[in-house]
């Protein structure tokens, strides 16, 4: 079925406040999509909180999480993007590997298997949609996801 996407974005979010809050984190949301969408909900709640997850785990304090989602040529696009270690350019393809993790100082404090972003693709892949994982200017990351929509 089709879903509104700026309050499946919210029930989304909602429990993520208040851990984002107590790691001195913020989190600044920029949803605009004004009609439903057709996309599989089970799966894109589960490709956004992979994203999120990430975004808050390798982000110091301080940090800003930044989600925006429009639809842009007959594509739902969704932007998680954070400011925090970031990832290399020799590692932006591999992470999305099964049980790749980036051998950064750091990285082995925080918990993970290597699994998170490969779902994610295949989740992606299973919409015919795109991600990918570039720099955000400034510092730390960002991950493009372009769903198709119908019109
Ligand atoms: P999990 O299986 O719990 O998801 P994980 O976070 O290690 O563990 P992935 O989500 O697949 O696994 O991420 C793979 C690797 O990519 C991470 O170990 C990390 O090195 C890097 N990475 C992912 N997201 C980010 C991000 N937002 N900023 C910096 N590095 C990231």
């Not at 949301?29 to 439903?36: E, G, L, R, S």
């Not at 996309?39 to 390798?58: E, P, S, T």
């Not at 954070?82 to 350019?89: A, E, Q, Y």
């Amino acid at each position: 079925a089709p879903v509104d996407f700026s309050s499946f974005m919210s029930e989304i979010l909602e429990p993520y406040k208040d851990l984002i809050k107590s790691e001195d984190k913020k989190l600044v949301t920029a949803i605009d999509v004004n009609k439903p969408v057709l996309v599989d909900a089970k799966r894109v709640h589960q490709l956004i909180v992979i994203l999120l997850d990430n975004a808050i785990k390798y982000t110091p304090k301080g940090a800003t999480i930044t989600v925006n989602s429009n639809i842009e040529n007959r594509n739902l696009k969704i932007q998680i993007c954070d400011t925090g270690i970031g990832i290399s350019d020799k590692n932006k393809k591999s992470v999305f590997k099964r049980f790749y993790r980036e051998e950064k100082s750091g990285n082995k404090q925080t918990g993970g298997n290597g699994l998170g972003l490969s779902i994610a693709e295949w989740i992606v892949r299973a919409h015919k949609g795109k991600i990918k994982v570039t720099d955000n200017p400034g510092g730390g990351t960002i991950f493009t996801v372009l769903l198709p929509v119908a019109k």
